[in-house]
């Protein structure tokens, strides 16, 4: 139950933590793919405005979030997480916000999930990924 807790959505304000998170081994095997070269890059590209957070704080905690990359009117979702149920939907559904408010056109959440289906998620063909890619992205210079 979570009535009287107190819920909020920032971006930005906690990348590292966020892309920390996100590398927590999720199996048994515990591996993860956010190895310290990738944390690394994405960091330099934190810091050169390309990838973001967007992060749920509960009861000014941080409860879930998500990063990625944005060119142009993409964003390339590359990680999520959780610490309480849900958190990771609530900074994902602000991103879709802040995304139609900012008139982007392409989530790239990379792969197919029932999870993702279940808020709206859709496969694209290739050439249908691609042209939506072209637009979002706008003509190379």
Request: proline fraction near 2%; aromatic fraction near 8%.
């Amino acid at each position: 139950v979570l009535r009287n807790r107190e819920y909020e959505v920032r971006a930005d304000t906690a990348f590292a933590r966020v892309i920390d998170a996100c590398a927590q081994p999720r199996d048994a095997h515990g591996g993860t793919w956010i190895t310290r070269e990738m944390r690394d890059a994405y960091l330099q590209l934190h810091r050169h405005g390309l990838a973001h957070s967007v992060e749920t704080w509960i009861d000014g905690e941080l409860a879930g979030g998500l990063y990625g990359v944005s060119v142009g009117g993409l964003f390339a979702g590359e990680s999520m997480f959780h610490l309480e149920r849900d958190a990771s939907k609530v900074a994902l559904m602000a991103l879709v916000d802040v995304m139609r408010s900012a008139k982007m056109t392409l989530l790239d959440a990379q792969w197919h999930t029932p999870h993702l289906e279940s808020l709206g998620g859709v496969t694209l063909s290739r050439s249908d990924y691609l042209a939506r890619l072209a637009a979002a992205i706008g003509p190379r210079s």
